[in-house]
């Protein structure tokens, strides 16, 4: 049974005439890294917000764990599935990180020793040990988004669900963020939902890839599926990731290299080249 099942999901905003989400199906497996990939209004915000009752569905249904999100069953849902936000100040709002992360645990009605234990635990796993007294708008940007994770860690949920979680960071902002996250599902098994128009994130990050667009899910594959479809990419308004492009340009010059889509595959395919070229070299002369 999928930790999450989304099914025929259909919402519209009063204010809009079309459809955010136009018969949504979804299937998201316990412990994997799936990527919710649109460009900006393919409906990838309005979805995630029907992961853990945000919004319900006006049409259609989203299960968790088998039980179809409602209204008498927020609190459990919510307990399953925590959201972090795009823009960290709607989520770290308290006088101090310590309050911030606590409050989750806290309107659990968990014991007090129980919730400072889970505030060292979050604050541990997101590498801010040691801030629990500072005041959130005294922190950068990057590090406001890690107590926001810190604060849904805190609630120990088996499925976190991302939206945008790069957006607004320098390089090296993105690359903690990411390997923080790939680290949550390997090392404590939570589930990653993230939703995204970067598409250099998804090859580091991603199992599987859903595609959106106007409201539709017109793919739903791996990520190498994905990107060695040009004619899908165009329709979603997406492009190739930036190391995959890199070596196009390097095919087109005459150099024979194979797309790859990750940094670490572009390494081992320019490696590869170089050695044949060199060996070619010396059995020349």
Known sequence: MSIIDVRNLVYSYHSVKTLALDRVNLQIEKGERLTLLGANGSGKSTLIKHLNGILLPQKGEVLVKGEPISKKNLKDVRRTVGIVYQNPDDQVFLPTVRLDVAFGPTNLGLR??????????????????????????????????????????????????????????????????????????????????????????????????????????????????????????????????????????????????????????ARKELLRVMQEQCMGYLLQT
């Open 112 to 265: 007090p020793d129980v919730v400072e234990q889970r505030v060292e635990t979050a604050l541990n796993n997101v590498g801010l040990n040691g801030i629990e007294e500072r005041a959130p708008h005294h922190l950068s940007g990057g590090e406001k988004k890690l107590v926001a994770i810190a604060g849904v860690l805190a609630m120990e949920p088996e499925v976190m669900v991302l939206d945008e979680p790069t957006a607004g960071l320098d390089p090296e902002g993105k690359q903690r963020i990411l390997r923080l996250i790939y680290n949550l599902n390997k090392k404590l098994g939570i589930t990653l939902v993230i939703a995204t128009h970067d598409v250099d994130v998804v090859p580091v990050f991603s199992d599987r890839v859903a595609v959106l667009s106007h409201g539709k899910k017109i793919a739903d594959a791996t990520p190498t599926e994905i990107f060695s479809d040009p004619d899908l990419l165009r329709e979603s308004h997406l492009h190739l990731p930036i190391v995959t492009r890199l070596l196009q340009g390097l095919q087109e010059d005459g150099i024979p290299v194979k797309t790859r889509f990750t940094v670490a595959g």
